[in-house]
């Protein structure tokens, strides 16, 4: 079983950085593939960044490409996302997920484990 816990979310300006946070319980957080999603109200969950289990690879979609970077520390169990730049559309609620499985996925119907969400609100 694997709990995962996010923090950092807030009401940000335009143009404004988040890093959100993610810890991980469980002795084998170093072999699971993470990635962060979020779901905006009215609209399906999205992935917003993935990262491999050996931190060497990573997944961004267009819509955040080169303003979001995914990052993890295996010895503290914790995946990180950094938003830099950020818009009005990427006010959404944020979650971690973890795979169990070294490679990342795409699809949200991969990650066997969720934390609770963690809200991000950008104002123009």
Known sequence: ?????????????????LRLTCEASGRAFSTYAMAWFRQAPGKERELAAAIMASG???????????????????SKNT??????NLKPEDTAVY???????????DRDTEYSYWGQGTQVTVSS
């Open 1 to 17: 079983q694997v709990q995962l816990v996010e923090s950092g979310g807030g009401l940000v300006q335009a143009g404004d950085s």
């Open 56 to 74: 060497y690879d990573t997944y961004y979609p267009a819509s955040v490409k080169g303003r979001f970077t995914i990052s993890r520390d295996n």
């Open 79 to 84: 995946v990180y996302l950094q938003m830099d």
């Open 95 to 105: 979650y971690c997920a973890a795979r169990l499985s070294r490679i990342y996925s």
